[in-house]
């Protein structure tokens, strides 16, 4: 076994709220247990869900004190600001309309903020929140989870290092096809508020999953987009996109592709990429991730194998359980919340903060990025610069 499989030592427990996330809704729980894996943090406090009465039962589901139990995110804000025992940060898990204000509230409340993506409805209520965050010395993490996994760390470090030369060209995609059919109409929540411009923004598609491979790009690669075309579409009468494909030029020369959709019938959750450089090429499948394949000019192709003594030492500390016992989506969570925890640690010890998280930075280029793909397809599907 390697050592860095091994259980971790957490200095102090950090106390935590949630907004979003009542019974019923989907991604709340996540964010929870995969805290939980770790146990760096607890929830103390919570505003659910607009209906006092699912927030309650949610709540009490949690185990919380019926007190820390809100009716609105403001009075949570205030009220565990106040506290000698308040919470330390606050994790948002409500649809993208609400990201913007209740990330102020809290922030201005001085309490350090995980917002769920895309960050914001524009790229200047990101900026806005950046701005406040650093004026209150406060941490700012997105939820761009699809990067903690060991796996994409691996990618990531081996394209630092030279091992597939510099990049030509990349191919990133994150398919879906649950919303193949009207499923709006079907009572699926999650469907319902994604489809309307007033809770999800100027795009549906491009902005809830195209952000994601778009932040994996630039996190793996440390391409900088210069310009891109884009072409969306949206399908069975609905107002914004479920499917769109990017052409991109990096600086320095690379050419990219990406593809984000929620209507390709038989990917459930399908977030790959492709990465082609002079040496050799990457490439890795969100649904098989504990494999990376490696193909170097005139080799046989590999395939790593997560866990083994042949990764990056980051790479394995990022890691849970030995070589073989596959892990998955609430680790690559759990190692975005141990970054970010171990940086509040940081704050409180005088460390130097390693940022090993998706900050507003990447939440921001992701507002920018859903901004110039409508700006193009809206122009015919013109180049525009980034
Ligand atoms: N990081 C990821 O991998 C990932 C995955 C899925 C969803 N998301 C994002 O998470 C967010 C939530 O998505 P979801 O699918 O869980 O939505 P959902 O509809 O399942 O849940 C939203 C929850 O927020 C609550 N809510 C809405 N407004 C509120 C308010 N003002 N105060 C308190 N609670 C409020 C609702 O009652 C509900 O409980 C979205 O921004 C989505 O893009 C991220």
Not at 6 to 25: N, P, T, W
Not at 28 to 36: A, L, T, Y
Not at 232 to 255: C, F, W
């Amino acid at each position: 076994m390697i050592e860095e499989t091994k259980a971790r030592k957490i200095l102090r427990k950090f106390r935590y709220g949630m907004v979003g996330g009542g019974i019923g809704s989907l991604i709340g729980d996540v964010h929870k247990r995969s805290i939980d894996l770790d146990g760096s943090a607890q929830l103390v406090a919570g505003c659910f869900s607009r209906s006092f009465e699912t927030s309650l039962e949610t709540g009490k589901m949690y185990e919380l004190e019926e007190n820390r139990i809100y009716r609105t995110y403001e009075e949570m804000a205030k009220a565990e600001a106040a506290r000698e025992d308040g919470i330390d940060f606050v994790v948002i898990v409500t649809p993208n309309s609400s990201h913007y204000p209740i990330s102020k509230a809290f922030l201005e409340n001085g309490i350090h903020v995980v917002c769920d993506k895309p960050l914001a409805l524009s790229s200047d209520e990101g900026r806005d929140l950046k701005r406040i965050a650093e004026e209150k010395g406060l941490l700012f993490c997105v939820a761009h989870i699809y990067t903690g996994y060991p796996l994409v760390k691996q990618a990531k470090l081996m394209i630092e290092n030279g091992d597939i030369g510099k990049i030509r060209s990349v191919r990133g995609q994150y398919i879906q096809g649950w919303m193949a059919t009207p499923v709006e109409k079907t009572g699926n929540k999650q469907a319902a508020w994604r489809i309307d411009p007033k809770q999800t923004g100027i795009a549906n598609c491009m902005g809830d999953i195209g952000t994601h491979i778009e932040q994996m790009m630039a996190y793996v690669t440390g391409l900088r987009i210069e310009s891109l075309c884009a072409n969306m579409t949206a399908y069975l009468g609905r107002e914004l996109d479920n499917d769109g494909q990017v052409l991109i030029k990096y600086e320095g020369g690379a050419s990219g592709m990406l593809w984000a959709s929620h209507i390709v019938i038989g990917h459930d959750n399908d977030l790959s990429f492709i990465i082609c450089g002079e040496k050799g090429t990457l490439e890795w499948h969100q649904e098989q991730p504990n494999d990376l394949i490696v193909k170097m000019l005139d080799q046989p192709t590999q395939v790593l194998s997560r866990g083994n003594g042949y990764f990056y030492p980051e790479v394995n500390a990022a890691v849970r359980i030995p070589s073989g016992h596959v892990e998955g989506h609430f680790v690559a969570f759990a190692n975005i919340y141990r970054g970010f925890t171990q940086d509040l640690e940081a704050l409180e010890t005088g460390a130097p903060l390693k940022y090993d998280y998706p900050g507003v930075d990447a939440g921001i280029e992701g507002n920018v990025f859903v901004e110039r793909c409508v700006e193009s397809n809206r122009n015919g599907s013109a180049w525009v610069k980034f």
